[in-house]
């Protein structure tokens, strides 16, 4: 089970986004593709029998899960993400929590 998934909110904790806070979009593995952080521009030539543009594209590149925290909606804060089983016998199930406030993060 990883710590941080698809769908999450994040925020940026170290590099040229830092501050920055983001919906998770895919996840690859130890990156992350975040909506609207660590945009790259990339020059693309023109393909006229495809139908496509040639021109400056903005493309946003993968970031190191290490360098991003889950943000904590009830504190504000980046938080560190634990796991804890919950239930009995056959219905237990592993759940992720904040570290901070033991809280579910689902």
Do not use: C, W, Y
């Amino acid at each position: 089970m990883s710590k941080i998934k698809k769908g999450d909110e994040i925020i940026v904790i170290t590099g040229k986004d830092k501050g920055r806070r983001g919906n998770v979009s895919r996840v690859l593995d130890g990156a992350l593709v975040v909506e609207g952080i660590n945009v790259a521009k990339r020059h693309t030539k023109g393909n006229p029998q495809a139908g496509v543009a040639g021109g400056i594209v903005e493309k946003e590149m993968p970031i190191d899960i290490s360098n991003v925290a889950l943000f904590n909606s009830k504190t504000g804060k980046a938080d560190r993400v634990g796991f804890k089983f919950v239930g009995e016998g056959a219905d237990r199930k592993k759940v992720r929590i904040f570290k901070s406030s033991k809280e579910l993060v689902d």
